[in-house]
């Protein structure tokens, strides 16, 4: 009896961290730049074609996409935040299991690859205060 109020107790704390972390969305944000003589509305369109590919794949229907571009820039004007939000971190990682080499996503990156180079990436909780 106990060894089951022990397990409910894990349960009960799972369901609440799960909660925790599904409750906010949450970006996979690429450090990017423009390949010379590329163009941000090649970027653009490689980028409609990569969420097209993610909403074909099994929960990648909620997927978002953005690009992060500068209005004013320093020092490098073809730096770019590639940013593809999620609505939650559980089903960002349900559709990330989902990528594989042959996948639509991996073929849409590719095309990506010719127009801009995106180097390291983090994930973000957007966490709205109000």
């Known amino acids: ?5 022990k397990s409910l107790c894990l349960l009960m704390v799972l369901l609440a961290c799960s909660t925790l972390l ?33 909403h074909s794949m099994p929960n990648g229907d909620q997927l978002k996409l953005y690009i992060h571009w500068p209005i004013i820039a320093g020092v ?23 990528y594989h080499l042959d996948s639509p996503v991996a073929l849409a990156d590719e095309k990506l690859a010719e127009i801009a180079t995106c180097t ?9 205060v109000e």
């Open 1 to 5: 009896m106990m060894s089951r109020v």
């Open 120 to 128: 390291g990436s983090m994930m973000w909780e957007m966490i709205l």
């Open 22 to 54: 599904s409750a906010n969305d949450f970006d996979h944000v690429w450090s990017c730049e423009l390949r010379t003589g590329r163009t941000l509305d090649e970027a653009r369109a490689a980028s409609k074609d990569w969420l097209s590919a993610a």
């Open 76 to 98: 490098n004007e073809q730096a770019f935040s590639w940013v593809i939000r999620a609505p939650s971190l559980a089903y960002w990682g349900t559709f990330y299991d989902g």
